[in-house]
């Protein structure tokens, strides 16, 4: 395993501004050798320190969204077959 120059680092950080952890990931394994495990743990990390550093450069975090889209659905659904029960 190597250590990621300043040139790829700042690559893993574009990529991580723009909102693209998959392709952060792809680029650790392809320069380091890590494995997949490895490189997520290791561009989380980072991610973590960019956003408390650059908070306004961050793209928005997507925790949670999952849990809302469900809850309106079942909102949705629920007041659909109301209507339809009427």
């Known amino acids: 395993m190597e250590d990621l120059s300043s040139e790829q680092l700042e690559e893993v950080e574009s990529f991580l501004f723009a909102g693209?952890?998959?392709?952060?990931?792809?680029?650790?394994?392809?320069?380091?050798?890590?494995?997949?495990?490895?490189?997520k743990?290791?561009?989380?990390?980072?991610?973590?320190?960019?956003?408390?550093?650059?908070?306004?450069?961050?793209?928005?975090?997507?925790?949670?969204?999952?849990a809302a889209s469900l809850i309106f659905l079942a909102m949705t659904l629920g007041a659909t077959s109301l209507y339809l029960c009427l």
């Open 20 to 39: 693209q952890k998959i392709q952060a990931i792809k680029a650790v394994r392809e320069s380091t050798g890590m494995g997949l495990a490895e490189s």
């Open 41 to 66: 743990d290791f561009v989380e990390k980072h991610e973590r320190l960019l956003r408390d550093a650059y908070p306004d450069k961050m793209p928005a975090s997507k925790a949670g969204c999952g």
